[in-house]
């Protein structure tokens, strides 16, 4: 089965400052990729995904995020934060040809105002 | 439409019990899956669901199990209840193809004692 990586456990920043959270995978075959987003005491919400096509994919909220295929990675970016972007993220990995939707252990973001 | 619906929203247990947890989907989705989430873990995988048949399963002991309905609505069981067990268990929806969004519900916390 896949399985994601995400490397930063907790980031720290103040606002206006530039986001870029790390997501690598390891699968062989095709993959669609997505981003979730956890803010304080809600349900789990797509940030954006991407299945094919242009590599950089644009979500909510200003975020993107950029697919290279050689280095199996997914990162997700932000050019300024907010303080309201204060939650958890967690990348996910699904196989193009099954259900089975793997999820990195999440990184926590807290926005300093 | 209704979002994805877990009960109970709490249980505490204690070590040995088994326990039962129940998810009603969005209507219309046939896919299932659950996931277990405890802090600094992320999601683990736990299976997947579609039309009644588990297709995908993570690696978890046999205690924990599942089953899904004709009405696509799922159970998932966990027998013998360890201190590990303690987590919030999600269950999350999708129509059924593998490009598409998952929907999460609010989850089922766990505590055993």
């Known amino acids: 089965a896949q399985s994601v990586s995400q490397h930063n456990h907790h980031v720290i920043l103040s606002e206006a400052a530039s986001l870029e959270l790390g997501c690598n995978y390891s699968?062989?075959?095709?993959?669609?990729l997505f981003w979730y987003v956890q803010y304080p005491g809600q349900h789990l919400q797509l940030l954006l995904k991407?299945?094919?096509?242009?590599?950089l994919v644009k979500g909510i909220k200003g975020f993107e995020a950029e697919f290279i295929k050689s280095k199996f990675s997914f990162n997700l970016r932000k050019p300024s934060v907010q303080w309201s972007d204060t939650a958890e993220y967690f990348c996910a990995v699904n196989p193009y040809n099954n259900n089975d939707m793997r999820f990195g252990a999440g990184t926590r973001l807290t926005v300093k105002p | 439409k209704a979002g994805v619906t877990q009960t109970p929203r709490y249980l505490i247990k204690t070590r040995g019990q088994q326990v039962t947890l129940s998810c009603s989907p969005i209507?219309?989705?046939?896919?299932v899956s659950w996931y277990q989430q405890t802090p600094g873990q992320g999601l683990q995988f736990l299976f997947e669901y579609f039309s009644e048949t588990q297709r995908n399963k993570g690696n978890f002991p046999g205690r924990f199990s599942g089953r899904q309905f004709s009405n696509s609505r799922s159970e998932m069981n966990v027998s013998t209840l360890e201190l590990g067990d303690s987590a919030l268990y999600l269950c999350?929806?999708?129509?059924?193809?593998?490009?598409?969004?998952?929907?999460f519900g609010s989850g089922t916390q766990l505590s055993v004692l």
């Open positions: 999350a929806s999708r129509p059924g193809a593998t490009n598409e969004k998952l929907f």
């Open positions: 991407y299945f094919s096509g242009d590599p």
């Open positions: 209507s219309g989705h046939r896919s």
């Open positions: 699968y062989g075959g095709t993959v669609n």
